[in-house]
């Protein structure tokens, strides 16, 4: 449960994440000279502002009709004209320095992140002087804390101080020194070249939001001051810092515990009550709190290969996934990282979780709606983090808001839409430059309808109807008036979407590549699952059958999926040719995962070309791409493919300045590479290996459905199944061996299996009724745990 390294970052991917949801900060460990990366999810550039395009309604008639005549890259070329502004960008905070009075030479030199208990440790030796550091980022109390000790009386002498690389100030208020910073009104995303990419407004007249830290010690010992330079501690043995940020955005964002709107008021009011706690109680709170969260799951796979004293860095490129071990460290650091960058109450994880350190930083650290936003999200539920889930549920309703006015600007359309990004400010309209950036990814109006698949899944999981019926149901059934007012007959009695892209894909035809067309695979599966999702919310909560109908009418009538010229599933309407057989996105298969549409036992040929499609496709992409296919081989049930995909995750990536779409892996530090960095693909990581182990989107529960040969032994607790169900399996020579399942709201248990079970509650023998050969139906109560031991195959 630790990353550990025996020498300290070089570099920013190099350095180790603490994170209470809110604020973030990247430890370097360095010894004469500490750097900790400072961040606050809500420090945005940019202010509230018209993104909406009224002349796009104009054009979408235009681009149908070449769309239906085949003029498809005429038709990408009209299309740019329907696109809006670029999103705004998440920024670095700043920098916490520490330098050191020992310098630069030490030995036995040790840096750990425990993933079990949030906590960041440093240890090394100047001489005979054992130095430590210990630093968490705590949830109950909003702050960055960090612990400073010397084995000697008196031998510890720092000195500290803030930087930031937006436009600041630094002053002294009574004990503590004080950031405050201004952010920009507009910073252009890193792949537009711009002459003057950075704006911020003028003196008096600025709308970029205010930002402010503040940082203080407390010294059982030695000499504190205080001055414009810094924070200097002289000859203590112990020194612990504490560090509170705020910033003057005025959203959904609430700091727990903490009222009013003014940075100082809210910074300071945080770091007076910190400081004023004892350290034993401020990590003895953030540890339970934490841990109240990551103890719901647990997981062993076996026994590493791995001495205890190898670092991560070593482990990744000697065993790769063929250390067990690290597959679980795997696992456990993508929960680790959505406890660390999604609490209630604060912002959704963007792209890179609530980390990065640059200005300008790749995709401008947003939230790219066509896969990654959801992709962060899909370990929530069923790794038992649903209150993790919360912040993205929370932007949804807002984006619902926002792209009810885009769906009647834009399109004059009922319902709401979001495209292809969002930001902090909720934009809802295409981005491009207002026709600067390419449709095959800066068009995509199916936005809004994929994130409500996050809606039903939160429900699916706790079935909760109170939720249902007040939070859910309202957004998808906005989100379905859209797409029934957005589809369009296509000649032969189908519906479709137009103009319809395969996000970030493109097709061939005789005239060239082109991304717009009619009806693409993705939007169909995603307009399924909606109307599918609301069909069911509605019977369930008895309302709307009209609707329901009308629903059901709809679905029926959209365009079939197809089987293409080489048995693939057919990513677009017709059977173009690929742009690159091998391209990252597998868009037209979220059908196959994280959606429901397509099964061996329902729609056996379609589900049969979508696992020929995914072998076109290789085992070679991106990070994130790599962590989306070990999910999909986990519902083609082939766990060993799912393997090899951990596997080429599990290599080493050095270089994270370029961009590369064909060799991703992990940094030193475990976070993913796109590379460059993005989180995604270790919430896809966790989200595939719970996959490979539990699955619940059919009307059963199948347990290791997807197990690996090489996972011989080994067992998992607490994860989650739709229909209210938390689940424990044991398995022994690649069998099962027992379960348990506790059912949280008392609804019938499906259990697919082809094993003789037996199902006992408080020692007294269950009957279970067989509902065929491979599965096992029986009745449970809520709150009761029922333990199943499996005895032979039928």
Not at 52 to 65: E, H, S, T, Y
Not at 200 to 229: H, S
Not at 292 to 316: N, Y
Not at 459 to 464: G, L, P, T, W
Request: proline content about 5%; aromatic content about 10%.
């Amino acid at each position: 449960m630790k990353l550990q390294y025996d020498k300290p970052a070089d570099v920013w991917t190099e350095g180790l994440p603490i994170g209470n949801g809110r604020l973030g900060g990247m430890i370097f460990g360095g010894v004469e000279l500490e750097k900790v990366s400072l961040n606050e999810d809500t420090l945005w550039s940019g202010y509230p502002k018209e993104s909406n395009n009224p002349g796009a309604k104009d054009i979408l008639p235009q681009v149908r009709k070449l769309i239906q005549e085949g003029r498809y890259t005429e038709a990408d070329v009209l299309t740019k004209g329907m696109l809006g502004p670029y999103t705004q960008s998440y920024l670095p905070f700043g920098d916490l320095l520490l330098r050191f009075d020992h310098g630069g030479i030490y030995h036995s030199y040790k840096r750990s992140l425990d993933v079990e208990h949030a906590l960041h440790n440093l240890e090394y030796q100047v001489g005979n002087v054992r130095y430590t550091r210990e630093m968490f980022a705590s949830h109950p109390d909003q702050v960055l804390v960090l612990r400073l000790t010397a084995s000697v009386a008196g031998a510890l002498n720092v000195h500290a101080s803030l930087d930031s690389p937006l436009r600041h100030t630094i002053s002294v208020l009574e004990d503590s020194i004080v950031l405050l910073g201004t952010a920009p009104e507009h910073v252009d995303p890193s792949y537009v070249t711009s002459n003057d990419p950075i704006r911020y407004g003028e003196p008096g007249d600025n709308k970029g939001m205010a930002f402010e830290g503040q940082l203080a010690v407390t010294a059982e010992d030695g000499q504190v001051t205080v001055d414009g330079r810094g924070i200097h501690v002289l000859g203590a043995t112990t020194a612990t810092f504490y560090f509170s940020a705020a910033t003057s955005f005025n959203g959904i964002h609430k700091i727990p515990g903490i009222e009013g709107e003014n940075t100082s008021l809210i910074a300071g009011s945080i770091l007076k009550k910190a400081a004023s706690q004892p350290y034993t109680g401020l990590r003895y709170s953030h540890i339970a709190d934490y841990r109240l969260l990551f103890d719901r799951v647990k997981l062993h796979l076996g026994k590493s290969p791995a001495s205890e004293q190898m670092s991560t860095e070593q482990r990744i490129t000697t065993f790769g996934a063929k250390d067990q071990g690290l597959v679980e460290l795997l696992f456990h650091y993508g929960r680790y990282l959505l406890i660390s960058s999604s609490r209630p109450g604060t912002q959704a994880a963007n792209l890179q979780g609530i980390w990065n350190a640059l200005t300008r930083p790749p995709w401008s650290s947003n939230y790219t709606l066509n896969i990654n936003t959801e992709m962060n999200y899909w370990p929530a539920e069923i790794c038992n983090l649903a209150e993790c889930h919360e912040p993205l549920l929370d932007m949804i309703g807002n984006l619902a808001k926002n792209g009810a006015e885009t769906a009647r600007v834009n399109y004059g359309t009922r319902g709401w839409t979001a495209h292809h990004n969002t930001d902090l400010w909720g934009q809802t309209a295409p981005v491009g430059d207002y026709g600067d950036g390419d449709p095959s990814w800066a068009y995509w109006p199916m936005g809004g309808i994929w994130l409500t698949q996050h809606l039903w899944e939160h429900y699916a999981f706790s079935r909760d109807e109170a939720y249902l019926r007040d939070s859910a149901y309202p957004v998808m059934k906005e989100a379905a008036l859209f797409a029934l007012d957005w589809l369009i007959e296509d000649g032969s009695g189908s519906l479709v979407t137009s103009p319809s892209t395969s996000p970030e894909h493109k097709f061939r035809t005789a005239e060239g590549v082109a991304a717009v067309s009619p009806g693409s695979t993705m939007d169909i599966s995603l307009i399924w699952e909606l109307f599918t999702n609301c069909i069911e919310s509605s019977e369930r909560l008895g309302i709307d059958q009209d609707f329901r109908e009308e629903l059901k009418h709809a679905r029926e009538r959209l365009l079939p999926l197809q089987v293409g010229k080489y048995g693939q599933l057919q990513e677009w309407s017709k059977d173009f040719e690929d742009e690159d057989t091998y391209h990252r996105h597998t868009s037209h298969l979220v059908g196959v995962y994280p959606g429901r549409q397509l099964s061996e036992e329902e729609t056996p040929e379609l589900f049969s070309a979508a696992k020929t499609s995914l072998e076109r496709r290789g085992d070679e992409s991106t990070g994130w791409s790599l962590g989306w296919r070990v999910a999909l081989w986990s519902r083609f049930r082939d766990g060993n493919r799912s393997l090899l995909l951990l596997s080429n995750m599990l290599r080493l990536v050095k270089d994270g300045r370029s961009e590369q779409y064909n060799h991703g892996g992990v940094y030193a530090n475990l976070l993913g590479a796109h590379p460059p960095f993005q989180i995604d693909g270790n919430f896809a990581a966790s989200a595939g290996i719970a996959e490979m182990l539990l699955q619940s989107h059919r009307p059963y529960l199948e347990l290791l459905p997807a197990l690996p040969d090489a996972w011989q032994q080994g067992s998992v607790e607490g994860l989650r199944a739709r229909g209210g169900f938390e689940v424990d399996i044991r398995w022994d020579k690649g069998q099962l061996a027992e379960a348990k399942i506790t059912s949280l709201q008392g609804t019938d248990c499906v259990l697919r299996c082809n094993s003789r079970i037996s199902v006992t509650l408080d020692g007294g023998v269950v009957e279970t009724v067989r509902n065929d050969e491979n599965s096992v139906i029986f009745l449970t109560s809520a709150g009761q745990t029922y333990h199943i031991k499996f005895d032979g195959e039928l």
